[in-house]
């Protein structure tokens, strides 16, 4: 089983900045996949964005040209930089993670933490 703890979400200005990490931790063999998705009240939860283990990385239209991910394969961690943060990007983002086995996922998420963008 795969745990993760998200942190860093909060309380911010819109055109504001903020940083998101989590850590993976427990029986850890390897994670194909490490990134974030969010979801607002009354909406689906989405992608923001997504890393492989070389590097890789997609963002949801959202996300383009204002977030940056990155990962530590060597700690298990992967950040999530936030900059010229819009009201429409409160919601709860959730720490996601997943071990290829073959052509299909096994998926982990963490318990979500709350981003809130004040206008």
């Known amino acids: 089983q795969v745990h993760l703890q998200e942190s860093g979400g909060g309380l911010v200005q819109a055109g504001g900045s903020l940083r998101l990490s989590c850590i993976a931790s427990?029986?850890?063999?390897?994670?194909?996949?490490m990134g974030w998705y969010r979801q607002a009240p009354g909406k689906q939860r989405e992608l923001v964005a997504r890393?492989?283990?070389?590097?890789?990385?997609i963002y949801g239209d959202s996300a383009k040209g204002r977030f940056t991910i990155s990962r530590d394969n060597g700690k298990n961690t992967v950040a999530l930089q936030m900059n010229s943060l819009e009201f429409e990007d409160t919601a709860v983002y959730f720490c996601?993670?997943?071990?290829?086995?073959?052509?299909?996922?096994?998926?982990?998420w963490g318990q979500g933490t709350q981003v809130t963008v004040s206008s």
């Open positions: 427990g029986r850890i063999f390897k994670l194909d996949f």
């Open positions: 996601y993670a997943a071990l290829m086995i073959g052509s299909s996922p096994l998926s982990y």
């Open positions: 890393i492989d283990e070389f590097g890789n990385s």
